[in-house]
């Protein structure tokens, strides 16, 4: 894409304080021209390789045609303009236009990565960045108005499955393990061409597996961090706003606002552990993806326009408390003099006050967590071998038969 510069007049200082050297060049200009003498300049010097030449003759006709003339009393502040430039202005106008509403960051950025950060500036430059919502916030700051309707009812539901689930599925999963032949090792990893136990499809689940531990991981501790600090914003708001606007939190229920946080960095660390149990249990990289999406679904199921349809769009607008976030938290850095730190209440998260002052303490502690979960389970699916489901009653009876049968024929021979 070619760049384009905009034709823009000389200012007035650079006019004042050229015009006589410009004036003088462009008087001996006359006279060579009217003499017929060939000029002897060095900026009519055509160099072959850049065309400095050209250049230099280009400017100083520039420059020659801004400045006034020796009759003149004030400077011009704008260049004399013929017909032609003036057309060609008219043009150059219309197409900066058309460049500003369909350019953007397009203009300025020389690669991607430049061309989405402009893109962001001009986001929060122009727009309020919303506050992410979800079940608890909707009923923390009291925007709920009737809590015996279907969808009052349906999130209540929700918030039971997020406290009831988790814990279930862990206990399930420890009573199904059988503990009692895992070592440390690597021979669940072993190749074998041929086999139905250690084939590929073996060694591929396992190599899904530590991936997806991995990747789940990292995820579930981002998810904490923006949730942090979407927390953060809101207790600022509303300290700020209680303040300014005390009517404002008669409504609010703080105890709804701390069991979402709670039960969003719980929700998060028990579905990690989950995943290391359901991929211990799986026997092919099919069950690995589909247990690793299944669990997914469990911490998102309180998010606005999530996996559920009780709360959509239309029952949490978030630029709209992104804008009140935003006027109340600047009056708050203003009097606390954070704001003379470089800080604004859109990177609250970097500043280290408001981060101690306004998080929650289960964040402190899930964060890190998570990133040491991250390490910890993929290097026990890695090194734990043996680590298997216990037989079912049928399998149990399948066993003492051939044990059985195993004796008898001991005793016959």
């Known amino acids: 894409m070619v760049m384009k510069l905009r034709n823009k007049a000389w200012p007035a200082w650079a006019l004042m304080a050229m015009g006589p050297v410009l004036r003088k060049r462009r008087d001996a200009k006359r006279r060579e021209d009217a003499s017929g003498a ?179 991981c990292l995820n579930g501790a981002m998810v904490i961090e923006q949730d942090r600090v979407v927390s953060m914003k809101i207790s600022s708001m509303l300290d700020q706003i209680g303040k300014d606007m005390p009517d404002y939190l008669k409504e609010v229920k703080f105890e709804w606002l701390y069991a979402g946080r709670i039960m969003n960095c719980l929700v998060v660390i028990e579905c990690s552990v989950i995943v290391y149990f359901a991929f211990v249990l799986s026997e092919t990289p099919m069950d690995v993806l589909f247990n690793s999406m299944a669990v997914t679904f469990l911490y998102n199921l309180d998010d606005i326009g999530g996996e559920m349809g009780f709360l959509g769009d239309d029952d949490w607008d978030g630029e709209e408390l992104g804008k009140l976030y935003y006027n109340s938290v600047s009056t708050l850095m203003d009097d606390k003099g954070i704001t003379e730190a470089g800080f604004d209440p859109d990177t609250i998260a970097e500043c280290k006050y408001m981060r101690n002052y306004y998080s929650h303490w289960a964040y402190k502690v899930a964060e890190p967590l998570m990133y040491a979960l991250t390490v910890v389970l993929p290097l026990m699916y890695v090194f734990i071998d043996d680590l298997h489901c216990k037989p079912g009653d049928l399998k149990v009876e399948v066993y003492e038969l051939k044990k059985q049968v195993q004796d008898l024929l001991e005793k016959v021979g």
């Open 38 to 216: 060939v000029p002897e300049h060095a900026e009519h010097v055509y160099d072959a390789e850049s065309g400095a030449g050209m250049r230099r003759r280009l400017i100083l006709h520039e420059a020659q045609h801004t400045a006034p003339s020796a009759d003149e009393e004030t400077p011009l502040t704008t260049p004399r303009k013929d017909e032609e430039d003036l057309e060609a202005d008219a043009a150059g106008d219309a197409g900066a236009e058309g460049d500003e509403e369909g350019g953007g960051g397009g203009e300025l950025s020389k690669n991607f990565r430049e061309l989405m950060q402009y893109s962001a500036e001009d986001r929060k430059a122009e727009n309020f960045v919303p506050l992410a919502g979800n079940m608890y916030r909707y009923f923390g700051l009291g925007i709920v108005e009737d809590y015996m309707t279907v969808q009052s009812f349906g999130m209540m539901t929700i918030f039971f499955v997020q406290l009831l689930s988790p814990p279930a599925c862990l206990v399930q999963n420890l009573y199904k393990m059988d503990w009692e032949h895992w070592h440390f090792g690597v021979s669940d990893w072993m190749y074998m061409p041929g086999s139905n136990n250690h084939g590929v499809s073996n060694l591929s689940k396992h190599v899904v597996a530590t991936l997806f531990l991995i990747m789940f």
